[in-house]
Every structure is written in structure tokens, then in C-alpha cells.
């Protein structure tokens, strides 16, 4: 009888289980780029009022792709998101979605892109430029706040009258250099100054009235500036020589 029992028992059909799947989201905002992506199986009671259900037999961790990776990065190191919805299925940003991404606003560019210029311009005058005096021999001046101060100082001290005044051409020795040679470096380093301050001006009223920050992005100190603004520089610096030769 037991025998019986027991092949009874054995012949009963057991019930499969249901498989169990969870859910899984995206976040997308209004240019289609995936912003956020969870499954509800780690996150159990999250909030999906506005999200995309882009699996609803998934695994339990969240995947972009029913074979792809788990928990994949959604953004770059620098904070642009990576993948985009298609309506379907996600897809990978191009290179150039992503740099556009990376371009501020029109105002933020300008901010930025004056702040470059700025930091250029001052570089430039600081480095200095060339001499040549009037005996023939040339060399080369630095012009930091404090050269410019000495130099000031010495071109008054000619001014006033002195026939010759110490000062150092770059890597040499202080010398008492005459009137000439001190009124010649002052020239020099007028213009050099006057030049740079004058191409920063005009490049900061270029960056001014660009239209888009990718425009805004092209312009580096030392490009060719538009034929108006050249017209402009190139007057007010043949007005400077004059007054400085003067």
C-alpha cells in the first residue's frame, strides 16, 4: 500500500514558479538625453511618474540594453550625458553631441573667453620686446609692473634733464646708458604696450557682438582680427606713434 502511496506522489505535477522580472527606467530630458536610469529591484519605491519604462522583464540590476552592461555610466567624466533615447532603444551620443554639450551659454563664453584674452594680453606685455638704440646695438626688455616703474622713472630722470641714467637690458649688466639709448627703450616699450592693449580692446569688442558660443569659442588672442576692427587698431595705433615720437 505504501508502495501505491508513494508512486502517487511522484506522479503529481508540480507547479512551476512565475519567473519574477523587474523594471527598468529611464530619466530623459527635452533634447533626448538620458539623464538618470534605475531598476526596481535595488530601488524598490522610487518614483517613476515621468520616467520610461524601457525593460519590464529585466534583471535585477539595471541595464540601458537587455544584453548590455550593469549599471552602465551615463556620463562622461566631465558631467555630459552619454547616451541618448531614440524612442526605442538608447544609443550612444556622437563625439559631437558631446562637445556641444561642453560649449556655455552665450554670456558664460564671453565671461570666459574675455577672462583668456585678458590673462594673454597681460602675458605678452610682460614678456617685453625689442630695442634697437640709436648706436646700432640691440637687446631686449622685460616689462613686469616693476620694470615698467624703472623705466618710467628713468625716462623722467632724461626728461628732467640728466644726461645719461642706469638701467639693464635683459641679461646684461646695469650701465649708465645716455639719454638717447633710455629715450629709445621708453619708445619701445611704449608701443609694445600700446599695441597689446590696443588688440585686446578691439578683440574684447569682437568677442562683444559674436552671435553664438561656438563664435565666441574661434577667437584666440593673436588671430587676425575682422577687417573693421583692423581698420579701427591700425588708426588709433599710428595716432600713438605720433603722439609718442612727438
Known sequence: MDEVWNEAREAETVPEAEPFYNRHYITVDAQGRITDGWSDGPNPGRDAAGAVCINGQGEYQFRLAPDGEE?????????????RWDGGKAALRTQAELEADRIPPLPQARAQKLAQLSAACSAAI?????VELPGGSTGHISLTAEDQINLTNAAAAVGDGAAAYPYHLDGGLCALYPAADIRAMARAATAHKLYHTTYYNHLAAWVRRCESAEEVSAITYGAELPEDLAEHMALILNAGEGATNA
Open 126 to 130: 610682460v614678456a617685453g620686446c625689442g
Open 71 to 83: 549599471n552602465p555610466p551615463l556620463y562622461t567624466m566631465d558631467g555630459v550625458p552619454l547616451y
